[in-house]
């Protein structure tokens, strides 16, 4: 009963710009550290950036100065405004949380996830 939906993704050229959010729905009582993944073809899931419940954002070494990560805790959202995209940046991005339900049970929630791709 809970479900995570992202959006922003597309094409566009090195150097654009783009945003990324992913609302978190249903029956929620607490959301912890959110997080967005990005996987490539033909590589492995990476990290991309986290942000805690108090707002304490973490960064891939790739992405810092460039990407930043923030939440919305009142609309169960988080972001992930990219700058200066590459086109290294071209993958597939999907977040993940870890929810407590209503019921007091735990589990980590996958998006779906969006393309982005990074091309001229």
């Known amino acids: 009963q809970v479900q995570l939906v992202e959006s922003g993704g597309g094409l566009v050229q090195p150097g654009e710009s783009l945003r990324l959010s992913c609302a978190a729905s249903?029956?929620?009582?607490?959301?912890?550290?959110m997080g967005w993944y990005r996987q490539a073809p033909g590589q492995q899931r990476e990290l991309v950036a986290t942000?805690?419940?108090?707002?304490?954002?973490n960064y891939a070494d790739s992405v810092k100065g460039r990407f930043t990560i923030s939440r919305d805790n009142a609309k169960n959202t988080v972001y992930l405004q990219m700058n200066s995209l590459k086109p290294e940046d071209t993958a597939v991005y999907s977040c993940?949380?870890?929810?407590?339900?209503?019921?007091?049970?735990?589990?980590?929630?996958w998006g779906q996830g969006t393309q982005v791709t990074v091309s001229s």
């Open positions: 942000i805690s419940s108090g707002g304490a954002p």
């Open positions: 993940c949380t870890d929810i407590t339900t209503i019921n007091r049970v735990t589990h980590r929630y």
């Open positions: 249903g029956t929620i009582f607490s959301i912890y550290t």
